[in-house]
């Protein structure tokens, strides 16, 4: 998604909100509207002054994914093609220093260079409508093609070895079962192992694979549009590769990782079909933090940058009337009250898809970001009580100082709002046309030994 001033909207605008049948429609709606200014310092009241340090993390992964669905023949524009890039830039924090003058507000355009060429791609493609990949019904063959990009070299960390693939099966405790056949339905269970990650149906002969609990095939249709299910499986696809580096890193050397910031471009969040492995990714991340604990080693950052979204639109808005330097974390109910305007939809928001918790922070130079920290539990078992957990800022103390250095540190005035890494790794995203990599090239050797 475009930045603000990277690319003007193409809109065309006929001022429907101007039309009488729609300002009588709007009259019985609530909305989200600018906050009055009494109501404004009301809801700034609830910021904080944001804690402070000035550790950084010594290596930084920022990462950015760009869906395409697209006829492969003009003539035939409901025969698709889809393609989904995620892009990621690693890059030691040293390496960085340099690439803003301190006092000026403009990046070095040769140190941005150099740093963007370090950017790296893994690309997938799929068979979208009417397409049928090795002879296969459209949505086994889309099944399949999931499964092969997701179990080859291209996710696999060591080369070899450890993909996206085998990702599920230690996300989910070894072993994962698939009730139904995902080609004609019959019941299962169908159950997959390290090594076993096919099963053949005995009623239609079809193979499952074990990538079918993703589920994102049961949004492809023979005809129709299947840009959705693109859009999931680029969603899915870049927490997954995230995780799966950083379970690399940590069985390599675990204070490489506990000196690492990962920083996604969006929430953390796993949205639609393949949701479910948002409390595996939530499970696996806080066990993580613990190793490090134990250790003696402070815990990464995990963080989500989200540069537009409703909380974006509401922070922006607030901004004026917030002092800079202050930082809230978006409880439930302050999103129902403020943002939402309407009671909480349900006792714990995001509870199918968030593994990550909204803050608001304005820096000091006046700049608002809304970032998204790793939720600090193993799970979210009680509803109502992980609603009141998840938004103390208490249970971030490890992170909250370190996270805004961080964002202090790579704010800069180019796009708005935004912070250099995800800039960069969203510019490759969007525009880079050079082939995809493998995952394992997103790191050095360094960072694996
Ligand atoms: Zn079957």
């Given at each position: 998604m475009p930045y603000e001033g990277q690319q003007a909207s193409k809109r065309g605008h006929i001022d429907i909100v101007k039309n009488d049948d729609v300002k009588?429609?709007?009259?019985?709606?609530?909305?989200?509207?600018?906050?009055?200014?009494?109501?404004?310092?009301?809801?700034?009241a609830h910021y904080k002054p944001a804690p402070k340090c000035d550790v950084l993390p010594q290596l930084v992964v920022a990462s950015d994914g760009s869906a395409y669905s697209e006829p492969i023949d003009k003539k035939f524009p409901s025969t698709q093609v889809g393609y989904v890039k995620t892009s990621f830039m690693a890059f030691d924090m040293g390496d960085y220093n340099?690439?803003?003058?301190?006092?000026?507000?403009?990046?070095?355009?040769?140190?941005?260079?150099?740093?963007?060429?370090?950017?790296?791609?893994?690309?997938?493609?799929?068979?979208?409508?009417?397409v049928r990949y090795k002879g296969l019904r459209v949505q086994d063959g889309f099944r399949r093609a999931v499964y092969?990009?997701?179990?080859?070299?291209?996710?696999?960390?060591?080369?070899?070895?450890?993909?996206?693939?085998?990702?599920?099966?230690?996300?989910?405790?070894?072993?994962?079962?698939?009730?139904?056949?995902?080609?004609?339905?019959?019941?299962g269970p169908h159950l997959f192992k390290r090594g076993k990650d096919e099963s053949a149906c005995s009623g239609c002969?079809?193979?499952?694979?074990?990538?079918?609990?993703?589920r994102i095939h049961e949004q492809i249709s023979d005809q129709g549009d299947n840009s959705s299910a693109i859009t999931r499986f680029m969603n899915a696809v870049e927490h997954l590769q995230l995780a799966t580096l950083l379970k690399a890193m940590a069985d390599n050397n675990l204070s490489t990782v506990s000196g690492t910031a990962i920083m996604v471009d969006g929430p953390l969040a796993l949205f639609g079909q393949p949701a479910r492995y948002h409390a595996s990714i939530q499970a696996f991340y806080y066990g993580l933090f613990e190793r490090c604990e134990s250790a003696g080693l402070p815990p990464p950052l995990i963080m989500g940058m989200q540069k537009d979204g409703m909380v974006m639109e509401h922070a922006r808005a607030l901004s004026p009337h917030l002092k800079n330097g202050t930082f809230c974390a978006i409880s439930d109910q302050y999103r129902a009250e403020f943002i939402n305007g309407i009671a909480p939809l349900t006792d714990n928001f995001g509870h199918e898809t968030y593994y990550g918790q909204d803050f608001i922070y304005k820096t000091d130079s006046g700049r608002i970001f809304d970032v998204c920290l790793a939720y600090p539990f193993a799970n979210k078992r009680n509803r109502k009580e992980f609603s009141g957990q998840k938004a103390?800022?208490?249970?971030?103390?490890?992170?909250?100082?370190?996270?805004?250095?961080?964002?202090?540190?790579?704010?800069?005035?180019l796009y708005e709002n935004s912070v250099v890494p995800v800039a960069l790794a969203h510019r490759h995203a969007s525009i880079s046309l050079s082939p995809g990599g493998t995952l394992l090239d997103v790191l050095t050797k360094k960072h694996l030994s």
């Amino acid at each position: 998604m475009p930045y603000e001033g990277q690319q003007a909207s193409k809109r065309g605008h006929i001022d429907i909100v101007k039309n009488d049948d729609v300002k009588k429609f709007l009259s019985e709606c609530a909305y989200l509207t600018q906050p009055g200014d009494q109501a404004a310092v009301s809801i700034a009241a609830h910021y904080k002054p944001a804690p402070k340090c000035d550790v950084l993390p010594q290596l930084v992964v920022a990462s950015d994914g760009s869906a395409y669905s697209e006829p492969i023949d003009k003539k035939f524009p409901s025969t698709q093609v889809g393609y989904v890039k995620t892009s990621f830039m690693a890059f030691d924090m040293g390496d960085y220093n340099g690439l803003v003058t301190p006092g000026s507000p403009f990046v070095d355009p040769y140190a941005a260079a150099s740093l963007h060429n370090k950017a790296r791609a893994v690309a997938f493609t799929l068979p979208g409508s009417n397409v049928r990949y090795k002879g296969l019904r459209v949505q086994d063959g889309f099944r399949r093609a999931v499964y092969e990009q997701l179990s080859d070299e291209r996710t696999q960390i060591p080369r070899g070895g450890f993909s996206v693939k085998d990702m599920l099966y230690h996300l989910e405790g070894g072993q994962i079962a698939i009730e139904k056949c995902p080609s004609c339905g019959q019941g299962g269970p169908h159950l997959f192992k390290r090594g076993k990650d096919e099963s053949a149906c005995s009623g239609c002969g079809a193979t499952v694979y074990v990538t079918d609990s993703l589920r994102i095939h049961e949004q492809i249709s023979d005809q129709g549009d299947n840009s959705s299910a693109i859009t999931r499986f680029m969603n899915a696809v870049e927490h997954l590769q995230l995780a799966t580096l950083l379970k690399a890193m940590a069985d390599n050397n675990l204070s490489t990782v506990s000196g690492t910031a990962i920083m996604v471009d969006g929430p953390l969040a796993l949205f639609g079909q393949p949701a479910r492995y948002h409390a595996s990714i939530q499970a696996f991340y806080y066990g993580l933090f613990e190793r490090c604990e134990s250790a003696g080693l402070p815990p990464p950052l995990i963080m989500g940058m989200q540069k537009d979204g409703m909380v974006m639109e509401h922070a922006r808005a607030l901004s004026p009337h917030l002092k800079n330097g202050t930082f809230c974390a978006i409880s439930d109910q302050y999103r129902a009250e403020f943002i939402n305007g309407i009671a909480p939809l349900t006792d714990n928001f995001g509870h199918e898809t968030y593994y990550g918790q909204d803050f608001i922070y304005k820096t000091d130079s006046g700049r608002i970001f809304d970032v998204c920290l790793a939720y600090p539990f193993a799970n979210k078992r009680n509803r109502k009580e992980f609603s009141g957990q998840k938004a103390d800022p208490k249970n971030y103390d490890r992170w909250l100082a370190r996270a805004f250095a961080l964002i202090r540190h790579l704010e800069f005035d180019l796009y708005e709002n935004s912070v250099v890494p995800v800039a960069l790794a969203h510019r490759h995203a969007s525009i880079s046309l050079s082939p995809g990599g493998t995952l394992l090239d997103v790191l050095t050797k360094k960072h694996l030994s």
